[in-house]
């Protein structure tokens, strides 16, 4: 069984700094592109940014500049540093990995549960 733990979510006020956390664990062979999505009320989900194993990174134009991602791949882990918050910047963040686990073929998405971030004005 695979699971992936998000932590670092929350209520801060504009101009704020909220760093999230995803660690990925289980029977995991490899792990390719870790990234962060997000959903706010009324829209789709969209990518905020994704990084992968090697290192480069892609970001969403509206977090560029103020958003970083890094993963460390001895832990399974990737962190997305949000920096200058806006309250636009409030939805549910979810982590994606694009792994292969132990006892499946080829690599699948896996999903994190959500962390609430919430930027006040």
């Known amino acids: 069984q695979v699971q992936l733990v998000e932590s670092g979510g929350g209520l801060v006020e504009a101009g704020g700094s909220l760093r999230l956390s995803c660690a990925a664990s289980g029977s995991i062979v490899s792990i390719d592109v870790m990234g962060w999505y997000r959903r706010s009320p009324g829209k789709q989900r969209e990518l905020v940014a994704k990084?992968?194993?090697?290192?480069?990174?892609n970001y969403a134009d509206s977090v560029k500049d103020r958003f970083t991602i890094s993963r460390d791949n001895a832990k399974n882990t990737v962190y997305l540093q949000m920096n200058s918050l806006k309250p636009e910047d409030t939805a549910v963040y979810s982590c994606?990995?694009?792994?292969?686990?132990?006892?499946?073929?080829?690599?699948?998405?896996?999903w994190g549960q959500g962390t609430q971030v919430t930027v006040s004005s």
């Open positions: 994606n990995s694009h792994m292969v686990v132990r006892g499946t073929y080829g690599y699948l998405d896996y």
């Open positions: 990084i992968y194993s090697g290192g480069s990174t």
